[in-house]
């Protein structure tokens, strides 16, 4: 639903030719999801599928058949986004495919990975979460388990996805890639992980989201609002003493090293609270990220949208359809050579080109 659509959009915009193929009648179910349309464009399925062309194939018959591996014939990849058992009955992976092209690419996107036991087992970005200790590290600790805010699973293998498959097409040669959402969430999981790997060191959660080493990095209560503050070294935390009010903080044995802070959690994070919870977040920001000390307010997306951090990024764009403009976040990655352009998503079977085709 999300991380292949989101893989492909990602090389769309960087210039691929990306073709989508849909079975006519069983179409992305993408393209419904949400109540929100521009024109016959869906908000939700535009937000992963702009600048790409679809075209109807149905790989159940001959004559699909024959079209797909005319496409596999001419094109560097192929994507894929379903069950392993899918996947190899329709011929998808590269062993099925290299007689039609031997430099054919083949990226297989799945739950659990294209082979293995669990390779067949129904998988969304939520069974991932909870599955990989995520929704488990989420959340107060006292109270349950918590899904994050957006689909952490699939938009990270999505970037996966396209990060093995660019690697694979530098170096020249055909073969199949095999990215799990399962797998891709582990491996983001790296020092956490590896702490118990190594040491036996169970990860757990900490008030404010706090971080599991450096105190105190973890969100506080202002008089208005919420505040993230994340202290790193021993020199930020004298400027943020100093600047509080609290000078005798930078010589206090409990809080002068990060040894120290990490040592008496407990302490530092209640001391640093009662203070800012005298002023606004605002005011905060104002005063501490003059200093370097690395500080925001929390901000809702809406908020985030609106502000003038996304406008210097050129990061809302508007995409034009013949129905009207669709407004969505553009590509993060910025090239200097390439004139980022946005085209519409494709209607079902409409096989529109966005324009740009030096790979496909």
């Not at 292949?4 to 959009?9: A, E, N, R, S, W």
């Not at 392993?84 to 996107?109: F, M, Q, W």
């Not at 899904?147 to 938009?155: A, E, F, I, Q």
């Not at 120290?260 to 959690?265: D, G, L, Q, V």
């Amino acid at each position: 639903m999300l991380a292949g659509p989101y893989c492909g959009m990602l090389l769309a915009d960087l210039g691929a030719e990306v073709i989508k193929i849909e079975a006519p009648g069983r179409e992305d179910i993408g393209r419904q999801i949400g109540p929100n349309y521009i024109g016959p464009h869906n908000v939700y399925f535009a937000s992963l599928n702009r600048n790409k062309r679809s075209i109807g194939l149905d790989l159940m018959s001959e004559a699909g058949r024959q079209h797909f591996h005319e496409l596999v014939s001419d094109s560097h990849a192929l994507l894929t986004n379903m069950r392993p058992s899918a996947i190899h009955k329709l011929g998808l992976t590269y062993d099925a495919l290299r007689v039609h092209n031997e430099k054919i690419v083949c990226l297989a996107l799945t739950g659990f990975g294209l082979e293995g036991p669990y390779a067949d087992k129904p998988a969304y970005d939520y069974v991932i979460q909870a599955l990989a200790g995520i929704m488990a590290l989420t959340g107060d600790p006292e109270g349950p388990p918590v899904k994050t805010g957006y689909s952490v699973v699939d938009n990270s293998a999505g970037i996966m996805g396209a990060l093995g498959l660019t690697a694979k097409l530098v170096e020249g040669r055909g073969g199949q890639i095999d990215v799990s959402l399962y797998d891709t969430m582990l491996s983001q999981l790296n020092y956490l992980a590896s702490a118990y790997l190594n040491a036996g060191q169970k990860a757990e959660r900490y008030p404010g989201g706090g971080h599991p080493y450096i105190v105190p990095a973890q969100i506080f209560e202002t008089r208005n609002g919420h505040l993230a503050l994340f202290i790193t070294h021993d020199g930020f935390w004298a400027d943020f003493s100093r600047e509080i009010g609290r000078s005798e903080w930078v010589e206090d044995p409990r809080f002068c090293s990060m040894e120290a802070r990490a040592a008496n959690r407990e302490a530092v994070i209640t001391n640093v609270q009662e203070v800012l919870s005298t002023d606004t977040t605002d005011a905060w920001v104002e005063r501490l990220g003059p200093l370097g000390v690395v500080v925001a307010g929390v901000q809702s997306l809406d908020m985030a949208l609106e502000s003038d951090l996304t406008r210097s990024r050129e990061m809302v764009v508007s995409v034009p359809t013949e129905h009207g403009e669709i407004r969505m976040v553009g590509n993060p990655i910025k090239l200097q050579d390439h004139v980022q352009t946005y085209g519409p998503p494709p209607l079902a079977g409409e096989g529109s080109c966005p324009g740009q085709s030096h790979l496909r």
